[in-house]
């Protein structure tokens, strides 16, 4: 394990469903991160947290929805999900501004059907 | 605006050759220049970073890489492959100010015996 847990490492949801992906990190680092990354495309950033407060919002649709309670945890909300948001959900941290290189936890593997 | 481009989507290499997995660059002011590999149904894993300094940085597993400024290139080297090597790299950039890590789409790499 990396310090960056993620669960469940895998899930399966209808298009009406409502489910939460979950990332924890004790590391000590005060900055948290949602990527989305699909097959043969860059990694898509998605949302930032520094210091539990949201940072960068990269155009994301409200049908996915960050939530960072302490600096420890970070979620992912997802509702109403379409068959293309299927993908790995990769959730990383980092000290400051992540100039020293960010940690990953394994994924979420999201299939919408 | 930052971007990363990695234009080759794989590299095969025999086991025992130097490898090379390229990367071109744009962002404006000095770049954080990053590469982290994937194994299958894991997180990506910090490689090396430059910041600063020595062109030619050092990192995990015997990998380097070579921060080249006039050709906005930072290319990841082995003097010699090894098979467990097979994964997928990304190469990645950022700068100060900001939480925005920009990453290529990958390159997978093939090591063969």
């Known amino acids: 394990e990396t310090g960056v847990t993620q669960t469940p490492r895998h899930l399966v949801m209808g298009m009406t469903n409502k489910k939460s992906l979950k990332c924890e990190q004790h590391?000590?680092?005060?900055?948290m991160y949602w990527y989305k990354q699909s097959a043969k495309k860059p990694l898509e950033l998605m949302f930032v947290?520094?210091?539990?407060?949201?940072?960068e919002n990269n155009s994301v649709p409200s049908r996915f929805s960050p939530e960072c309670p302490n600096s420890s945890h970070l979620f992912l909300h997802l509702h109403t999900l379409q068959p293309e948001d299927s993908a790995l959900y990769l959730c990383?941290?980092?000290?400051?501004?992540?100039?020293?290189?960010?940690?990953f936890g394994s994924g979420t593997r999201l299939t919408v059907v | 605006a930052q971007s990363v481009a990695q234009p080759e989507d794989q590299v095969n290499v025999a086991e025992g050759n130097p490898l090379t997995v390229k990367c071109t660059y744009s962002?404006?002011?000095?770049?954080?220049l990053f590469w982290y590999v994937q194994y299958p149904n894991r997180g990506l894993q910090f490689l090396l970073k430059y910041i600063t300094g020595d062109n030619l940085v050092k990192g995990s597993y015997g990998f380097e890489a070579e921060f080249n400024k006039s050709q906005t290139s930072f290319h990841l080297k082995k003097p010699s492959a090894l098979v467990s090597d097979s994964a997928l790299y990304f190469c990645?950039?950022?700068?100060?100010?900001?939480?925005?890590?920009?990453f290529g789409a990958g390159t997978r790499l093939f090591v063969k015996a």
């Open positions: 990645a950039v950022s700068r100060t100010g900001g939480f925005k890590t920009i």
């Open positions: 990383a941290s980092s000290q400051e501004q992540g100039l020293d290189g960010y940690t």
């Open positions: 962002v404006s002011g000095n770049p954080y």
């Open positions: 590391l000590g680092h005060n900055a």
């Open positions: 947290y520094s210091l539990e407060e949201r940072v």
